[in-house]
């Protein structure tokens, strides 16, 4: 069974940090593209960060320059760092495996950002 959790969201202030992770069923890591996706309430799932199994990345426009993706092929682990947060941050985002047409999603972390 294939799993994806995510771990590491939580509150914190306008400008601050987080490292949200999410471990990946080994079934998958190797050979999935990985994403982060986020949720705003009232919003539509918008994608953040992507990183293939060889580690090209791809960014919204809106995490250039403040998030990176990353992966830990050996903990089955892909990473978002985010820096410089604001309140705009603020959503549940999730984890994403997909390719040719299968889809997996995590169960989400909710981020906010609140001073």
């Known amino acids: 069974q294939v799993q994806l959790v995510e771990s590491g969201g939580g509150l914190v202030q306008p400008g601050e940090s987080l490292r949200l992770s999410c471990a990946a069923s080994r079934s998958i890591f190797s050979i999935f593209p990985m994403g982060w996706y986020r949720q705003a309430p009232g919003k539509q799932r918008d994608l953040v960060a992507t990183?293939?199994?060889?580690?090209?990345?791809n960014y919204a426009d809106s995490a250039k320059g403040r998030f990176t993706i990353s992966r830990d092929n050996a903990k089955n682990t892909v990473y978002l760092q985010m820096n410089s947060l604001t309140a705009e941050d603020t959503a549940v985002y999730y984890c994403?495996?997909?390719?040719?047409?299968?889809?997996?999603w995590g169960q989400g972390t909710q981020v906010t950002v609140s001073s």
């Open positions: 990183i293939t199994p060889r580690g090209s990345t």
């Open positions: 994403n495996a997909a390719r040719m047409g299968v889809t997996y």
